[in-house]
């Protein structure tokens, strides 16, 4: 098979790589209901060493720091209370935490969650989180830019390898809510 973008030796349908995918990936997968066919997310393999943006792009290919996005878990705070939510936006973006985010999750303080409750929670390592497979209940935030591309390249759960994704299958997810203005320019 060959990749939808990018440029790389091995990709195949994700149902065919539930192997390279962490538990909670690869059952979101298995159990895809979306209008868009479990066969159209795509995995690619990738080297863990050129997980660094300029690195990757170089090898992978140029196209990609334009169709890429950045799944990053954030935390909520009102009261006594927190919610975790995970942010979808473009690469070339910040997600816009103390605005969008906290307006939207209800919180009086919003940041990005500590590295060790974003892998402990979702089952993912850093790095590689993804939106595909998280736990149940939790809101996805994701960027209209997003949804608007045709394939978006994001995390696949682990470091090694990505999962290639149609922009509008990012709006299906569990809990998701598409938000303009959620990546504000880097």
């Not at 149902?15 to 390279?20: F, I, N, S, T």
């Not at 059952?27 to 895809?32: F, G, K, N, T, Y």
């Not at 720091?65 to 909520?76: D, H, I, K, M, P």
């Not at 919003?110 to 939790?138: H, K, N, Q, R």
Request: aromatic share 6%; with cysteine.
């Amino acid at each position: 098979m060959h990749a939808p973008i990018g440029n790389f030796d091995s990709a195949a349908p994700a149902p065919d790589r539930l192997g390279e995918l962490t538990r909670p990936v690869a059952d979101a997968v298995r159990h895809w209901s979306g209008t868009v066919p479990a066969d159209q997310i795509v995995y690619v393999d990738t080297e863990p060493e050129w997980a660094d943006t300029a690195t990757f792009v170089e090898h992978y290919g140029r196209e990609l720091l334009e169709r890429s996005a950045n799944c990053v878990v954030v935390t909520g705070k009102r009261g006594g209370g927190t919610t975790l939510a995970a942010c979808v936006a473009l690469s070339t973006t910040r997600v816009d935490v103390n605005g969008v985010v906290r307006r939207h999750l209800g919180a009086r303080k919003a940041s990005f969650a500590p590295m060790d409750t974003a892998t402990g929670e979702t089952g993912m390592e850093y790095g590689g989180i993804t939106p595909v497979g998280l736990p149940a209940g939790w809101p996805l935030l994701v960027d209209s830019a997003v949804v608007d591309l045709p394939y978006v390249l994001v995390g696949s759960g682990r470091r090694r390898g990505k999962l290639l994704v149609p922009g509008k299958a990012f709006a299906e997810l569990p809990g998701a809510v598409v938000l303009e203005g959620l990546g504000a320019a880097a």
